[in-house]
């Protein structure tokens, strides 16, 4: 049977009604939808932009290779040159919370170790700003009593041991240099390393494999310069004298091998890693570096009030008899 005019119009106001219910339960399109669905794309645009370029610093400190301003624009930013200080600013927040490490700028070139043509361009490009070297490289920030071994292992590149006799040896290298004034003549450098018992050769980056247990120092020395930890200059104007080639402290090498760590490496190699006096005035004379404390026992976290409650308790210590020397308080307390 057809529906009467009576059921049409009910089924038309029952329609009406649903398309008014549907508007209003339905957001107010004021124009600002699309702005919001705008802004919600550049929002994702500029995470997905911190996440690849903290990828990016990550893969370039895996290479040991600088982290350049230049490859951040060409291969991370792409068209949105612009973003740099928010997404720069956005991956040093991410790789500190996540990987405790964080992106400084390495020091520009000695003007020194430059050439007669690379003074003249750079007197001509000088500018009123500071220089800077639109480089950088990931350094850790965790605390200090976090950076041992146990945590901050040696990265497998190749294999653990070889990475820890690479360090190794460019940081003493980096050691001996800095505590010759900076520059070391290429025979001083090799007399070094003949002590060192790598005049011809040194660990390969994987010394496990018998096949290639070792490589040659050339090689390695030409590693060390490619990543910036050692800079060998030639003077061309001596040229064929022993003396026209000298070595000295890379970019890479003063940031990641500071005066601390240099002194660390003396107090180990000469004092064994107990306190010395005498070495730490040295150290703090060359490297200007912070004196030592040797640390403090339990017993020794109150100090006495008075020098004769001192004397009392070196006196209630016992009666073994003391080491000769004039550090044995320091000593016993340590």
């Known amino acids: 049977m057809p529906p009467t005019q009576r059921q049409r119009r009910q089924a038309a106001e029952s329609d009406e009604d649903e398309d008014v219910h549907q508007r209003l339960d339905s957001p107010a ?28 610093a990550l893969a370039c400190e895996y290479s040991r290779t600088p982290i350049r301003r230049d490859g951040i624009k060409e291969r991370v930013l792409g068209i949105h040159g612009r973003e740099f200080k928010k997404v ?14 964080e992106m400084v700028e390495l020091p520009t070139k000695d003007r020194n170790l430059l050439t007669v043509e690379q003074k003249r361009k750079a007197t001509k490009s000088q500018s009123q700003k500071e220089p800077t070297s639109n480089s950088y490289m990931l350094v850790s920030v965790l605390p200090e009593h976090l950076r041992v071994p146990d945590i901050i292992a040696p990265s497998k590149v190749q294999s653990a041991d070889g990475e ?8 003493m290298l ?8 900076g520059e070391l003549s290429d025979p001083r450098l090799r ?18 494999n018998e096949n290639a247990p070792s490589e040659k120092t050339e090689l390695v020395l030409q590693r060390m310069t490619k990543q910036g930890y050692l800079v060998r200059v030639a003077d061309n104007k001596n040229a064929g004298d022993d003396d026209a080639i000298t070595w000295h402290v ?5 940031v990641e091998v500071d ?5 660390a490496v003396v107090r180990e190699v000469y004092g064994g890693g107990r306190p010395n006096e005498d070495l730490e005035r040295k150290l703090q004379a060359s490297l200007k570096v912070k004196e030592r404390k040797p640390p403090r026992s339990a017993t020794a976290d109150r100090a006495p009030t008075t020098i004769q409650e001192d004397e009392e308790e070196e006196d209630a210590e016992g009666n073994d008899e003391p080491e000769p020397g004039p550090s044995t308080r ?3 307390r340590g």
């Open 29 to 56: 399109d004021d124009g600002n939808s699309e702005v919001d669905h705008m802004h919600g794309v550049e929002r994702g645009e500029t995470s997905q932009l911190i996440k690849k370029l903290v990828r990016y």
């Open 88 to 101: 720069f600013a956005g991956a040093q927040k991410q790789l500190r919370a996540t990987f405790g490490m």
């Open 164 to 171: 820890a006799a690479y360090i190794g040896i460019y940081t």
């Open 174 to 181: 980096i050691a001996i240099i800095t505590l010759s004034g």
């Open 191 to 208: 007399r070094y390393l003949t002590r060192l018992n790598a005049a011809e050769n040194m660990p390969s980056s994987n010394p496990n």
């Open 250 to 254: 890379g970019p890479r090498g003063k």
């Open 259 to 263: 005066n601390e760590a240099i002194a």
């Open 330 to 332: 320091r000593g016993r």
